[in-house]
């Protein structure tokens, strides 16, 4: 039974999923119809950007990538030393809790998040948020929070993501990156092939293949590229770099000493893969949150989504065939 299970299982990937999959992917597809409803919202609501988060957006869209301190974000806030307060007493904490062992949580993979957790107001600031929303397009989600430590890979490999690869869960996504120590070429700087995201120059080189994404041979990247364009983020405390990760990256590679890093991951509002984002709202999160009176994006970035018919479909389907081949 297990057997006919798999054959039936991998018959639906081939030639169901993987079709509906790559449609979705197609730019008019994604825009117009994927996303019509956060396509609407963000222009109904359209951001006023100030000079920095014009430069921001401006970068994403040519490079894929774009670099800035916290406190040109968020000026006389002292948002850094509010981090590295939240961050120092839990240190001890660390530990490899996935596959990646190389990366150790402070969090559970999927955090509870606390109304008073700085990581999570930085992520959900309106800056922030109209920057995200202004480089995909649409009104987005807060999809992950990610707090942890990279540990030192000293005479090991690069693995998993260490890797060159591409993310496979949309067509743009952007990623908010802050450096919570410094960062050196010694314990894993963040990578970014410059023009690899939508767009980019670069974006047919090893493309994605929805609904997977693109993991190279070792070495095929700096082989067909220009050393220039390959962009290695070094950068002391309070570093934030955005990057669109459907593009190829890689990170967290450094042969000593250790990086402490928060992500903060945002897909588009209808987004292909999550039917529900990787955290949970702490029960005193929303009254407190709601107290602030943020914007409609911020509001939306966290409200639940909707999981489409064929969402449903494809998970009643996992369920019944093998619900451990794969994970959406």
Sequence with gaps: MKIIRKILWKAYRIFVFKPYAMVSFIWPVW???VNRKSRQLFKLNPPKLNDIQNRIVSDLKK????????????????ILEKLQAYTNPILKTAEAKTRKTFLEYLWEPIPIV???????????????????????????????LILNVTAPSEGQKARSSQRWHRDSDDKKICKMFIYVSDVSKENGPFIYLLGSQYGGKLRKLFPQWPPAGSVPERGAVEKKVAPE?????????????????????QGGYGPSGKRVMFTAAYYAGDMFKFPKPRYTLAPEFLP???????????RYAISEKEPRLFKKFHHAVKKILNPKILKL
């Excluded at 407190?288 to 914007?295: G, L, T, W, Y």
């Design 288 to 298: 407190e949150f709601e107290a602030s009176n943020p914007s409609k994006a911020v």
């Design 229 to 249: 364009d390959i962009k290695v983020c070094l950068g002391k405390a309070g570093t934030v770099i955005f990057a669109d990760t459907s593009g190829l990256h």
């Design 31 to 33: 825009y117009y119809y």
């Design 114 to 144: 606390e109304a008073r957790n700085p990581f999570a107001n930085a992520a959900l600031d309106n800056r922030v948020m109209d920057i995200v929303n202004s480089y995909i397009g649409v009104f987005s989600r807060l999809v992950s």
């Design 63 to 78: 490079d894929g990538i774009a670099i800035a301190h916290i406190d040109e974000l968020f000026p006389g806030k002292n």
